[in-house]
Protein backbone atom coordinates (compact mmCIF):
# COMPACT_ATOMS: atom_id res chain seq x y z
CA UNK A 1 0.00 0.00 0.00
CA UNK A 2 1.26 3.47 -1.20
CA UNK A 3 2.22 5.24 2.40
CA UNK A 4 0.39 8.42 1.71
CA UNK A 5 -2.55 6.80 0.69
CA UNK A 6 -2.08 4.89 4.05
CA UNK A 7 -2.43 7.86 6.21
CA UNK A 8 -6.13 8.42 4.48
CA UNK A 9 -7.33 5.04 5.34
CA UNK A 10 -8.12 5.81 8.92
CA UNK A 11 -11.10 8.42 7.63
CA UNK A 12 -12.08 6.14 4.21
CA UNK A 13 -12.74 3.25 6.70
CA UNK A 14 -14.61 5.43 9.20
CA UNK A 15 -16.89 7.05 6.26
CA UNK A 16 -17.35 3.83 5.45
CA UNK A 17 -19.11 2.74 8.18
CA UNK A 18 -21.21 5.10 8.92
CA UNK A 19 -22.66 4.88 5.44
CA UNK A 20 -22.96 0.97 6.03
CA UNK A 21 -24.86 2.23 9.29
CA UNK A 22 -27.11 4.50 7.42
CA UNK A 23 -27.99 1.99 4.68
CA UNK A 24 -28.85 -0.18 7.35
CA UNK A 25 -30.85 1.55 9.01
CA UNK A 26 -31.99 2.01 5.94
CA UNK A 27 -32.76 -1.82 5.14
CA UNK A 28 -34.62 -1.53 8.64
CA UNK A 29 -37.13 1.24 7.79
CA UNK A 30 -38.16 -0.93 5.01
CA UNK A 31 -38.37 -4.15 6.33
CA UNK A 32 -39.37 -4.21 9.80
CA UNK A 33 -39.07 -1.34 11.80
CA UNK A 34 -42.53 -0.13 13.36
CA UNK A 35 -44.41 2.38 11.70
CA UNK A 36 -43.95 5.04 14.11
CA UNK A 37 -40.40 4.83 14.01
CA UNK A 38 -39.90 6.87 11.10
CA UNK A 39 -39.32 10.70 12.96
CA UNK A 40 -37.16 9.60 15.94
CA UNK A 41 -35.09 7.16 13.40
CA UNK A 42 -34.98 10.30 10.72
CA UNK A 43 -33.00 12.29 13.46
CA UNK A 44 -30.24 9.37 14.00
CA UNK A 45 -29.87 8.88 10.15
CA UNK A 46 -29.07 13.03 10.22
CA UNK A 47 -26.60 12.77 12.81
CA UNK A 48 -24.97 9.75 11.07
CA UNK A 49 -25.42 11.52 7.58
CA UNK A 50 -23.30 15.15 9.47
CA UNK A 51 -20.70 12.86 10.98
CA UNK A 52 -20.12 11.67 7.48
CA UNK A 53 -20.13 14.76 6.16
CA UNK A 54 -17.32 16.00 8.59
CA UNK A 55 -15.06 12.92 8.34
CA UNK A 56 -15.35 13.35 4.57
CA UNK A 57 -14.38 17.06 4.36
CA UNK A 58 -12.46 17.23 6.95
CA UNK A 59 -9.30 19.61 5.93
CA UNK A 60 -6.44 16.98 6.24
CA UNK A 61 -8.61 14.98 4.09
CA UNK A 62 -8.68 17.31 1.23
CA UNK A 63 -4.47 17.52 1.29
CA UNK A 64 -4.40 13.81 1.40
CA UNK A 65 -6.01 13.84 -1.52
CA UNK A 66 -3.72 16.22 -3.24
CA UNK A 67 -0.98 14.19 -1.54
CA UNK A 68 -2.42 11.30 -3.57
CA UNK A 69 -2.79 12.87 -6.38
CA UNK A 70 0.96 14.00 -6.71
CA UNK A 71 2.17 10.39 -4.91
CA UNK A 72 3.40 8.54 -8.00
CA UNK A 73 3.21 4.56 -5.98
CA UNK A 74 -0.69 4.15 -5.58
CA UNK A 75 -1.90 1.33 -7.14
CA UNK A 76 -4.53 1.45 -9.46
CA UNK A 77 -7.81 0.14 -6.82
CA UNK A 78 -6.08 3.06 -4.66
CA UNK A 79 -5.66 5.83 -7.41
CA UNK A 80 -9.48 4.57 -8.39
CA UNK A 81 -10.49 5.48 -4.43
CA UNK A 82 -8.62 8.91 -4.64
CA UNK A 83 -10.39 9.83 -7.42
CA UNK A 84 -13.89 8.80 -5.95
CA UNK A 85 -12.86 10.32 -3.12
CA UNK A 86 -12.09 13.55 -4.81
CA UNK A 87 -15.10 13.48 -6.63
CA UNK A 88 -17.51 13.05 -3.50
CA UNK A 89 -15.98 16.16 -1.45
CA UNK A 90 -16.53 17.93 -4.06
CA UNK A 91 -19.86 17.11 -4.13
CA UNK A 92 -19.91 17.73 -0.23
CA UNK A 93 -18.19 20.34 0.53
CA UNK A 94 -19.65 22.56 -1.54
CA UNK A 95 -22.72 22.54 -0.13
CA UNK A 96 -23.52 24.36 3.93
CA UNK A 97 -23.49 21.76 6.64
CA UNK A 98 -26.49 22.63 7.86
CA UNK A 99 -28.10 22.75 4.75
CA UNK A 100 -27.05 19.17 4.22
CA UNK A 101 -28.29 17.86 7.73
CA UNK A 102 -31.26 19.52 7.01
CA UNK A 103 -31.71 18.15 3.49
CA UNK A 104 -30.73 14.32 5.11
CA UNK A 105 -33.46 14.58 7.40
CA UNK A 106 -35.90 15.78 5.39
CA UNK A 107 -35.40 12.96 2.77
CA UNK A 108 -35.45 10.49 5.65
CA UNK A 109 -39.08 11.66 6.75
CA UNK A 110 -39.94 12.54 3.00
CA UNK A 111 -40.56 8.58 2.48
CA UNK A 112 -43.11 8.07 5.25
CA UNK A 113 -44.68 11.25 4.19
CA UNK A 114 -45.33 10.31 0.38
CA UNK A 115 -46.29 6.54 1.80
CA UNK A 116 -48.91 8.23 3.66
CA UNK A 117 -49.88 10.46 0.72
CA UNK A 118 -50.06 7.31 -1.84
CA UNK A 119 -51.99 5.53 0.53
CA UNK A 120 -54.94 8.38 0.74
CA UNK A 121 -54.31 9.24 -2.31
CA UNK A 122 -53.64 12.86 -1.73
CA UNK A 123 -51.35 14.75 -3.78
CA UNK A 124 -51.56 18.14 -1.68
CA UNK A 125 -50.54 16.42 1.64
CA UNK A 126 -47.00 15.41 -0.07
CA UNK A 127 -46.70 18.59 -2.29
CA UNK A 128 -45.04 21.31 0.37
CA UNK A 129 -42.88 18.42 0.60
CA UNK A 130 -41.73 17.76 -2.82
CA UNK A 131 -41.44 21.23 -3.00
CA UNK A 132 -38.52 21.67 -0.27
CA UNK A 133 -36.67 18.58 -1.94
CA UNK A 134 -36.61 20.22 -5.25
CA UNK A 135 -35.60 23.21 -3.68
CA UNK A 136 -32.82 22.00 -1.96
CA UNK A 137 -31.45 19.95 -5.10
CA UNK A 138 -32.00 22.65 -7.30
CA UNK A 139 -29.61 24.50 -4.87
CA UNK A 140 -26.99 21.87 -4.69
CA UNK A 141 -26.85 21.58 -8.04
CA UNK A 142 -26.50 25.17 -8.98
CA UNK A 143 -23.58 24.99 -6.06
CA UNK A 144 -21.92 22.40 -8.16
CA UNK A 145 -22.74 23.72 -11.70
CA UNK A 146 -19.51 24.43 -14.22
CA UNK A 147 -19.78 27.42 -15.77
CA UNK A 148 -22.86 27.24 -18.11
CA UNK A 149 -23.54 23.61 -17.34
CA UNK A 150 -27.35 22.92 -16.70
CA UNK A 151 -28.40 22.00 -13.47
CA UNK A 152 -30.69 18.78 -14.68
CA UNK A 153 -27.41 17.42 -16.13
CA UNK A 154 -25.50 18.30 -12.66
CA UNK A 155 -28.05 15.89 -11.73
CA UNK A 156 -27.88 12.91 -14.86
CA UNK A 157 -24.12 13.06 -14.34
CA UNK A 158 -24.40 12.00 -10.32
CA UNK A 159 -25.81 8.87 -11.76
CA UNK A 160 -24.82 8.41 -15.36
CA UNK A 161 -21.59 9.87 -16.51
CA UNK A 162 -21.18 11.11 -19.56
CA UNK A 163 -25.22 10.89 -20.60
CA UNK A 164 -26.45 14.09 -20.18
CA UNK A 165 -29.89 15.89 -21.67
CA UNK A 166 -28.41 15.95 -25.01
CA UNK A 167 -27.44 12.19 -24.98
CA UNK A 168 -31.13 11.27 -23.06
CA UNK A 169 -32.83 13.33 -25.81
CA UNK A 170 -31.17 11.22 -28.54
CA UNK A 171 -31.69 8.13 -26.43
CA UNK A 172 -35.55 8.55 -26.17
CA UNK A 173 -35.98 9.76 -29.60
CA UNK A 174 -34.87 7.22 -30.58
CA UNK A 175 -37.17 4.76 -28.51
CA UNK A 176 -40.07 6.83 -28.80
CA UNK A 177 -39.43 7.17 -32.93
CA UNK A 178 -39.74 3.30 -33.35
CA UNK A 179 -41.36 1.70 -30.44
CA UNK A 180 -44.68 3.78 -29.65
CA UNK A 181 -45.71 2.63 -33.47
CA UNK A 182 -44.51 -0.92 -32.71
CA UNK A 183 -46.62 -1.13 -29.63
CA UNK A 184 -49.42 0.42 -31.51
CA UNK A 185 -48.68 -2.74 -34.08
CA UNK A 186 -49.27 -5.02 -31.50
CA UNK A 187 -51.60 -3.62 -30.11
CA UNK A 188 -53.76 -3.40 -33.41
CA UNK A 189 -52.86 -7.37 -33.87
CA UNK A 190 -56.00 -8.11 -32.24
CA UNK A 191 -53.22 -11.20 -30.87
CA UNK A 192 -55.02 -12.20 -27.33
CA UNK A 193 -52.15 -14.09 -24.83
CA UNK A 194 -53.91 -15.66 -21.82
CA UNK A 195 -51.96 -14.92 -18.63
CA UNK A 196 -55.26 -15.20 -16.22
CA UNK A 197 -53.91 -18.43 -14.89
CA UNK A 198 -50.72 -16.15 -13.03
CA UNK A 199 -53.32 -14.14 -10.95
CA UNK A 200 -54.72 -16.07 -8.26
CA UNK A 201 -54.46 -18.33 -5.32
CA UNK A 202 -50.66 -18.05 -4.84
CA UNK A 203 -50.07 -18.36 -1.17
CA UNK A 204 -47.46 -16.43 0.41
CA UNK A 205 -45.56 -19.41 1.37
CA UNK A 206 -45.69 -20.73 -1.59
CA UNK A 207 -44.45 -17.55 -3.64
CA UNK A 208 -41.67 -17.47 -1.36
CA UNK A 209 -40.60 -20.64 -2.03
CA UNK A 210 -40.49 -19.98 -5.80
CA UNK A 211 -38.66 -16.89 -4.44
CA UNK A 212 -36.20 -18.82 -2.55
CA UNK A 213 -35.57 -21.39 -5.58
CA UNK A 214 -34.97 -19.10 -8.43
CA UNK A 215 -32.84 -16.49 -6.71
CA UNK A 216 -30.76 -19.75 -5.84
CA UNK A 217 -30.69 -21.17 -8.99
CA UNK A 218 -29.72 -17.37 -11.46
CA UNK A 219 -26.99 -17.75 -8.65
CA UNK A 220 -27.47 -15.16 -5.92
CA UNK A 221 -25.34 -16.95 -3.00
CA UNK A 222 -27.47 -17.58 -0.36
CA UNK A 223 -24.42 -17.58 2.12
CA UNK A 224 -23.47 -13.50 1.40
CA UNK A 225 -27.21 -12.85 1.00
CA UNK A 226 -30.38 -12.36 2.78
CA UNK A 227 -33.89 -12.55 0.98
CA UNK A 228 -36.87 -10.13 2.81
CA UNK A 229 -39.84 -8.58 2.40
CA UNK A 230 -40.77 -5.35 1.54
CA UNK A 231 -43.71 -2.87 0.23
CA UNK A 232 -41.29 -2.35 -2.55
CA UNK A 233 -38.20 -4.98 -3.54
CA UNK A 234 -34.65 -3.46 -3.25
CA UNK A 235 -31.05 -4.60 -3.16
CA UNK A 236 -29.07 -2.69 0.13
CA UNK A 237 -25.12 -3.75 -0.24
CA UNK A 238 -23.40 -3.42 3.38
CA UNK A 239 -20.30 -5.56 1.64
CA UNK A 240 -19.79 -8.22 -1.13
CA UNK A 241 -20.33 -10.77 1.84
CA UNK A 242 -23.85 -9.38 2.89
CA UNK A 243 -25.63 -8.12 0.27
CA UNK A 244 -29.33 -8.27 0.94
CA UNK A 245 -32.76 -7.96 -1.23
CA UNK A 246 -36.61 -8.29 -0.74
CA UNK A 247 -39.23 -9.06 -2.87
CA UNK A 248 -43.51 -8.81 -2.07
CA UNK A 249 -46.29 -10.81 -2.24
CA UNK A 250 -48.96 -10.00 -5.32
CA UNK A 251 -51.83 -11.91 -6.58
CA UNK A 252 -50.01 -12.15 -9.74
CA UNK A 253 -47.41 -14.43 -9.27
CA UNK A 254 -44.95 -13.19 -12.15
CA UNK A 255 -44.70 -9.79 -9.94
CA UNK A 256 -43.29 -11.87 -7.17
CA UNK A 257 -40.95 -14.25 -9.78
CA UNK A 258 -39.69 -11.74 -11.88
CA UNK A 259 -39.04 -8.76 -8.58
CA UNK A 260 -36.51 -11.68 -7.49
CA UNK A 261 -34.60 -12.73 -10.42
CA UNK A 262 -34.42 -8.78 -10.93
CA UNK A 263 -33.21 -8.16 -7.76
CA UNK A 264 -30.77 -11.18 -7.55
CA UNK A 265 -29.11 -9.76 -10.65
CA UNK A 266 -28.05 -6.10 -8.75
CA UNK A 267 -26.98 -8.37 -5.97
CA UNK A 268 -24.99 -10.89 -8.43
CA UNK A 269 -23.21 -8.11 -9.14
CA UNK A 270 -22.37 -7.16 -5.83
CA UNK A 271 -21.31 -10.38 -4.86
CA UNK A 272 -19.26 -10.66 -7.99
CA UNK A 273 -16.70 -7.33 -6.47
CA UNK A 274 -13.65 -8.72 -5.40
CA UNK A 275 -12.84 -9.05 -1.67
CA UNK A 276 -9.62 -6.21 -2.30
CA UNK A 277 -12.27 -3.51 -3.33
CA UNK A 278 -15.16 -4.02 -1.29
CA UNK A 279 -15.58 -1.60 2.10
CA UNK A 280 -14.06 0.65 -0.27
CA UNK A 281 -15.21 3.64 -2.84
CA UNK A 282 -15.14 1.52 -5.80
CA UNK A 283 -16.26 -1.71 -4.28
CA UNK A 284 -19.89 -1.41 -5.86
CA UNK A 285 -21.17 -1.38 -9.38
CA UNK A 286 -20.27 0.58 -11.65
CA UNK A 287 -23.18 3.20 -11.78
CA UNK A 288 -26.86 2.75 -11.46
CA UNK A 289 -27.03 2.27 -15.26
CA UNK A 290 -24.87 -0.24 -15.40
CA UNK A 291 -26.42 -1.74 -12.30
CA UNK A 292 -30.00 -1.57 -13.63
CA UNK A 293 -28.80 -3.68 -16.55
CA UNK A 294 -27.59 -6.38 -14.97
CA UNK A 295 -30.55 -6.63 -12.77
CA UNK A 296 -32.52 -6.22 -16.07
CA UNK A 297 -30.54 -8.71 -18.02
CA UNK A 298 -31.40 -10.86 -15.52
CA UNK A 299 -35.13 -10.13 -15.32
CA UNK A 300 -35.54 -9.72 -18.74
CA UNK A 301 -33.23 -11.45 -21.22
CA UNK A 302 -32.44 -14.58 -19.25
CA UNK A 303 -35.76 -14.63 -17.47
CA UNK A 304 -38.46 -14.07 -19.72
CA UNK A 305 -36.48 -16.23 -22.48
CA UNK A 306 -38.13 -19.56 -23.24
CA UNK A 307 -34.87 -21.31 -22.86
CA UNK A 308 -34.28 -20.21 -19.12
CA UNK A 309 -37.60 -22.10 -18.63
CA UNK A 310 -37.00 -25.28 -20.31
CA UNK A 311 -34.87 -27.28 -17.07
CA UNK A 312 -37.08 -25.76 -14.35
CA UNK A 313 -40.81 -24.83 -15.66
CA UNK A 314 -41.23 -28.98 -13.96
CA UNK A 315 -40.09 -27.70 -11.04
CA UNK A 316 -42.67 -24.59 -10.72
CA UNK A 317 -45.40 -26.44 -11.40
CA UNK A 318 -44.71 -29.16 -8.85
CA UNK A 319 -44.69 -25.99 -6.35
CA UNK A 320 -48.27 -24.66 -8.03
CA UNK A 321 -49.57 -27.96 -8.86
CA UNK A 322 -53.57 -26.78 -9.07
CA UNK A 323 -52.70 -22.62 -10.61
CA UNK A 324 -49.73 -24.32 -12.75
CA UNK A 325 -50.14 -27.84 -13.42
CA UNK A 326 -52.20 -27.48 -16.77
CA UNK A 327 -50.78 -25.24 -18.29
CA UNK A 328 -47.63 -26.03 -20.79
CA UNK A 329 -44.34 -24.26 -20.76
CA UNK A 330 -45.27 -22.66 -23.96
CA UNK A 331 -48.28 -21.13 -22.84
CA UNK A 332 -46.72 -19.99 -19.14
CA UNK A 333 -43.59 -18.46 -21.48
CA UNK A 334 -46.25 -16.90 -23.70
CA UNK A 335 -48.22 -15.11 -20.56
CA UNK A 336 -44.95 -13.77 -19.36
CA UNK A 337 -44.39 -12.13 -22.29
CA UNK A 338 -47.22 -10.38 -22.90
CA UNK A 339 -47.49 -6.21 -23.87
CA UNK A 340 -50.09 -4.87 -22.23
CA UNK A 341 -49.65 -0.80 -21.76
CA UNK A 342 -50.52 -0.27 -17.79
CA UNK A 343 -50.10 2.67 -15.29
CA UNK A 344 -47.32 1.49 -13.15
CA UNK A 345 -43.80 1.50 -13.90
CA UNK A 346 -43.38 -1.58 -11.71
CA UNK A 347 -45.58 -3.61 -13.19
CA UNK A 348 -44.97 -2.83 -16.68
CA UNK A 349 -43.37 -5.77 -19.34
CA UNK A 350 -40.40 -5.21 -21.00
CA UNK A 351 -41.99 -3.53 -24.00
CA UNK A 352 -43.28 -0.58 -22.16
CA UNK A 353 -40.96 0.04 -19.75
CA UNK A 354 -39.06 2.82 -21.20
CA UNK A 355 -41.91 4.66 -21.91
CA UNK A 356 -42.21 4.62 -18.62
CA UNK A 357 -39.46 6.30 -17.77
CA UNK A 358 -39.34 8.76 -20.70
CA UNK A 359 -42.30 10.10 -18.90
CA UNK A 360 -40.63 11.08 -16.03
CA UNK A 361 -37.54 11.98 -17.93
CA UNK A 362 -39.70 14.29 -20.26
CA UNK A 363 -41.34 15.69 -16.71
CA UNK A 364 -38.07 16.32 -14.51
CA UNK A 365 -36.61 18.42 -17.08
CA UNK A 366 -39.35 20.67 -17.30
CA UNK A 367 -39.28 20.92 -13.49
CA UNK A 368 -35.86 21.22 -14.02
CA UNK A 369 -35.93 24.11 -16.66
CA UNK A 370 -38.90 25.93 -13.87
CA UNK A 371 -41.72 25.07 -17.24
CA UNK A 372 -43.81 22.74 -14.32
CA UNK A 373 -44.69 23.43 -11.21
CA UNK A 374 -44.81 20.80 -8.46
CA UNK A 375 -49.08 22.22 -8.79
CA UNK A 376 -49.17 20.91 -12.27
CA UNK A 377 -47.80 17.66 -11.68
CA UNK A 378 -50.55 15.10 -11.42
CA UNK A 379 -51.85 16.46 -14.85
CA UNK A 380 -49.27 16.82 -17.00
CA UNK A 381 -47.91 13.01 -15.75
CA UNK A 382 -51.48 11.75 -16.91
CA UNK A 383 -51.32 13.54 -20.38
CA UNK A 384 -48.00 11.94 -20.77
CA UNK A 385 -49.33 8.61 -20.37
CA UNK A 386 -52.17 9.37 -22.17
CA UNK A 387 -50.06 10.47 -25.11
CA UNK A 388 -47.60 7.25 -24.79
CA UNK A 389 -49.12 4.03 -23.64
CA UNK A 390 -52.56 5.46 -24.19
CA UNK A 391 -53.93 5.35 -21.42
CA UNK A 392 -54.55 7.77 -17.96
CA UNK A 393 -54.32 7.36 -14.32
CA UNK A 394 -57.71 7.78 -12.40
CA UNK A 395 -55.89 8.53 -9.52
CA UNK A 396 -52.60 9.90 -7.77
CA UNK A 397 -51.77 6.67 -6.23
CA UNK A 398 -51.31 4.80 -9.74
CA UNK A 399 -49.84 8.53 -11.22
CA UNK A 400 -47.91 10.82 -10.06
CA UNK A 401 -47.52 9.01 -6.26
CA UNK A 402 -46.10 5.97 -7.31
CA UNK A 403 -42.58 6.35 -7.06
CA UNK A 404 -40.47 6.89 -4.02
CA UNK A 405 -37.59 8.52 -5.42
CA UNK A 406 -38.71 11.93 -5.71
CA UNK A 407 -39.50 11.95 -2.50
CA UNK A 408 -35.77 10.60 -1.76
CA UNK A 409 -34.26 13.31 -3.48
CA UNK A 410 -33.52 11.49 -6.38
CA UNK A 411 -34.09 13.56 -9.69
CA UNK A 412 -32.00 12.56 -12.65
CA UNK A 413 -31.98 8.82 -11.14
CA UNK A 414 -35.10 7.31 -13.48
CA UNK A 415 -33.02 7.46 -16.88
CA UNK A 416 -30.72 5.13 -15.32
CA UNK A 417 -33.13 2.50 -15.43
CA UNK A 418 -34.14 3.09 -19.38
CA UNK A 419 -29.93 3.04 -20.10
CA UNK A 420 -29.50 0.00 -17.87
CA UNK A 421 -31.98 -1.69 -20.14
CA UNK A 422 -30.20 -0.51 -23.44
CA UNK A 423 -26.87 -1.63 -22.00
CA UNK A 424 -28.21 -4.99 -21.54
CA UNK A 425 -29.99 -5.29 -25.02
CA UNK A 426 -26.38 -4.18 -26.70
CA UNK A 427 -24.53 -6.44 -24.10
CA UNK A 428 -26.65 -9.79 -25.13
CA UNK A 429 -26.47 -8.98 -28.88
CA UNK A 430 -22.60 -9.18 -28.42
CA UNK A 431 -23.06 -12.29 -26.11
CA UNK A 432 -25.34 -14.20 -28.25
CA UNK A 433 -22.71 -13.99 -31.78
CA UNK A 434 -20.18 -15.21 -29.25
CA UNK A 435 -21.56 -17.69 -27.23
CA UNK A 436 -24.45 -20.09 -27.62
CA UNK A 437 -26.80 -18.44 -25.23
CA UNK A 438 -29.94 -20.02 -25.31
CA UNK A 439 -28.52 -23.57 -25.44
CA UNK A 440 -26.57 -22.34 -22.39
CA UNK A 441 -29.77 -21.98 -20.77
CA UNK A 442 -31.50 -24.54 -22.08
CA UNK A 443 -29.31 -26.54 -20.18
CA UNK A 444 -29.38 -25.07 -17.38
CA UNK A 445 -25.58 -23.91 -17.75
CA UNK A 446 -26.56 -20.68 -16.40
CA UNK A 447 -22.99 -20.19 -14.69
CA UNK A 448 -21.73 -19.64 -17.77
CA UNK A 449 -23.63 -16.40 -18.64
CA UNK A 450 -23.37 -15.41 -15.07
CA UNK A 451 -19.22 -15.94 -15.04
CA UNK A 452 -18.90 -13.81 -18.31
CA UNK A 453 -20.50 -10.83 -16.33
CA UNK A 454 -18.64 -11.29 -13.66
CA UNK A 455 -15.33 -11.05 -15.76
CA UNK A 456 -16.46 -8.45 -17.65
CA UNK A 457 -18.41 -6.37 -15.79
CA UNK A 458 -18.89 -7.07 -11.86
CA UNK A 459 -15.00 -7.47 -11.00
CA UNK A 460 -13.94 -3.67 -11.83
CA UNK A 461 -16.31 -2.66 -9.32
CA UNK A 462 -16.14 0.97 -9.93
CA UNK A 463 -12.56 0.47 -11.87
CA UNK A 464 -14.37 1.92 -15.11
CA UNK A 465 -17.59 3.40 -15.70
CA UNK A 466 -20.50 2.69 -17.89
CA UNK A 467 -19.19 4.01 -21.45
CA UNK A 468 -15.80 2.18 -20.92
CA UNK A 469 -17.87 -1.24 -19.89
CA UNK A 470 -19.50 -1.52 -22.85
CA UNK A 471 -16.80 -0.52 -24.92
CA UNK A 472 -14.74 -2.98 -23.68
CA UNK A 473 -16.68 -5.81 -23.50
CA UNK A 474 -18.67 -4.92 -27.16
CA UNK A 475 -15.87 -3.01 -28.69
CA UNK A 476 -18.38 -0.38 -29.66
CA UNK A 477 -19.56 2.84 -27.99
CA UNK A 478 -23.17 3.07 -26.73
CA UNK A 479 -25.96 2.20 -29.16
CA UNK A 480 -29.44 2.32 -28.54
CA UNK A 481 -30.73 0.63 -31.54
CA UNK A 482 -29.53 -3.02 -30.32
CA UNK A 483 -32.48 -2.48 -27.64
CA UNK A 484 -35.05 -0.87 -30.22
CA UNK A 485 -33.83 -4.32 -32.48
CA UNK A 486 -33.88 -6.57 -29.80
CA UNK A 487 -37.47 -5.69 -28.56
CA UNK A 488 -38.80 -5.33 -32.01
CA UNK A 489 -37.33 -9.04 -32.82
CA UNK A 490 -38.59 -10.51 -29.65
CA UNK A 491 -42.02 -9.23 -29.39
CA UNK A 492 -42.23 -9.46 -33.59
CA UNK A 493 -41.98 -13.49 -32.65
CA UNK A 494 -43.98 -13.44 -29.52
CA UNK A 495 -46.62 -11.78 -31.38
CA UNK A 496 -46.91 -12.73 -34.78
CA UNK A 497 -46.80 -10.01 -36.14
ZN1 LIG B 1 -33.36 -2.40 -10.15
Redesign the pocket.
Known amino acids: MSETFKQLSPYLEKAQALKTAINLFEWDNETCAPPQAGPYTAKMIGTLSSEYFNVVTDETVKSLIQACKEATDLTEIEAAIVRELATEVERLDIIPADEYREFSELCAEGGSIWAKAKKNRDFDSFAPTLKKVLEFQKKFASYRAKEGQHIYDVMLDEYEKGFDMKALDQFFRTLREQLVPFLKKLMDSGVEIDHTFLTGDYPNEKQKEVGEFLAKYVGFDFERGVLGVSAHP ?2 MELHNHDVRITTFFKDEVSDSMFSVI ?2 S ?2 AIYEQGIPDEMTLTLVGTGASMGM ?2 SQ ?2 FFENIIGRNEAFWMPIYEKVQEIFPEQMGAYSREQFVKAINRVSPGLIRTHSDELCYSLHIMVRYEIEKMLMEGTLTVEELPEVWADKYEEYLGIRPAHVAEGVLQDIHWSQGAFGYFPS ?1 AL ?1 SAFGAQLYMYMRKHMDFEGLLATGNIGEIREFLRTNIHQYGKLKDSRQILKDVTGEDFNPQYYVDYLIEKYSKVYGV
Do not use: L, P, V
Open positions: FTHEGHHESRYG
